[in-house]
């Protein structure tokens, strides 16, 4: 062997022993990410009875189940109710969340009109948006399908988390636009708010795990799981998921998903 | 009086939920494990059982295999009333016949009651 085939089977050998080294620190930390994402699962769970319990008492005061109250104490305990169902939704982010990351998001898709989709969920946001002054506005198409194949559960979850940032990031006053658009090949959903934008520092980590803008409005809940596991369900279904935002000029954010064939 | 069996180990849930069904006019038997819950399925004759997963002496998923075995029980509504959440849960729950599948942490007592007016054919 001369002296440069050595040399060469020198680093090809330190190459090998570095390759394994890799492997194995890469096996360990998705073993550390299992055990973590495992424990928030089991953790959530765990979560659950105590803060159901803290739920059902409230409830059942505010429902009159141990005697009326008195306006102060009423107003009180509906807020500590309200507390404990931001808990429950913060929870179940949670368990979404670990789902995700260990492949047991299971998702039962059946065609689902997204039109129909949106307005129920538009339910749930009429009187805070009126509680706010927004202004809404809908471009819905006039007419054809807005059929997709989808997990009406978990595409629901993409609407709320979409439209309820929307509403939460605009200051009282402000202007919200939702749109369904067609292709032959596409149903794009996009909700469009005047809030206060995303800084461009911060856009590229937008749809990671816990991050939360700094420039959120003080009284703005939230686990910064969101738009994580938005974007997981719209890719599950063969989707599309992004924003464009000039920072204070508000955000618009939309998800594509494939039509279904009339 | 439409009577229901409450099988459920945590007690503070079990008492809020006694209450909440007492106050909607139904009678209420309670049971607090597995076991002494299968008991009184056949005991008691409930319109319908309420019965938690995670149990003591038996789970709920053993409880409610007992009770398709027997000609007796087999026909007895069940609602699974649980803070197991996963799909895989609500699906095994769904195959063997539950008439309901509810995440306690996810309705309030109020909500519940409903969903047992419903199943009982009262709504």
């Known amino acids: 062997m001369t002296k440069r085939e ?10 090998i022993r570095r390759d394994l080294e890799l492997t194995a620190a890469n096996e360990r930390l998705e073993e ?4 973590k994402s495992n424990f928030i699962s089991v953790a959530a769970h765990q979560l659950r ?39 429950v939704t913060l929870i179940n982010d949670f368990l979404d969340a670990a789902r995700i990351d260990e492949g047991r998001f299971v ?39 807005t059929k997709v194949s989808a997990d009406v559960s ?46 461009q520092d911060q856009q590229s980590r937008i749809f990671t795990r816990f991050f939360r803008g700094s420039n959120v409005l003080k009284e703005t809940q939230g686990t ?31 998800f594509s998903l494939p039509k279904l064939k009339e | 009086m439409k009577k229901i069996l409450i099988i459920e180990d945590d007690k503070f849930l079990r008492d809020l939920m006694e209450k909440k069904l007492l106050n909607s006019d139904y009678e209420v038997v309670t049971a607090e494990d597995g076991s002494s819950g299968l008991e009184m399925v056949v005991s008691e004759s409930p319109d319908l059982v309420l019965l938690d997963i995670l149990l003591p002496t ?56 409903e969903k047992i007016k419903k199943c009982l054919g009262e709504s």
Not at chain 1, 6 to 15: G, M, P, S, V, Y
Not at chain 1, 32 to 35: E, G, K, S
């Open chain 1, 6 to 15: 050595k040399e060469l089977d020198r680093i090809a050998k330190l190459l």
């Open chain 1, 32 to 35: 550390l990410d299992r055990v």
């Open chain 1, 49 to 87: 009875t105590p803060l159901s319990g803290i739920k059902w008492v409230l409830k059942m005061l505010i429902d009159g189940d141990a005697g009326e109250l008195s306006e102060e104490q009423l107003k009180l305990v509906e807020d500590g109710f309200a507390t404990s169902e931001r808990m």
């Open chain 1, 107 to 145: 998702y039962n898709k059946k065609e689902v009109e997204v039109r129909d989709l949106l307005e129920s969920t538009m339910n749930n946001f009429l009187a805070v948006i009126e509680e706010k002054d927004l202004s809404l506005t809908y471009l819905l198409p006039k007419e054809g399908s």
């Open chain 1, 154 to 199: 978990r595409l629901a979850i993409v609407f709320d988390n979409l439209i309820e940032n929307a509403i939460n990031y605009t200051p009282p006053g402000g202007k919200i636009v939702i749109s369904i658009k067609t292709t032959r090949s596409r149903v794009k959903f996009c909700v469009k708010d005047s809030g206060l934008g995303i800084p």
């Open chain 1, 224 to 254: 910064g799981l969101g738009l994580f596991i938005s974007r997981n369900i719209v890719e599950a279904h063969g989707g599309e998921i992004g924003f464009t935002s000039e920072n204070g000029e508000g955000a618009e954010f939309c």
């Open chain 2, 58 to 113: 038996m789970s709920g998923w053993e409880v409610l295999a007992k009770l398709t075995q027997s000609p007796k029980t087999e026909n007895v509504p069940v609602v699974l009333l649980t803070n197991l959440g996963d799909q895989n849960d609500i699906e095994r729950g769904l195959k063997l016949g539950v008439k309901d599948y509810i995440i306690k942490a996810n309705f309030t007592p109020a909500e519940i009651v």
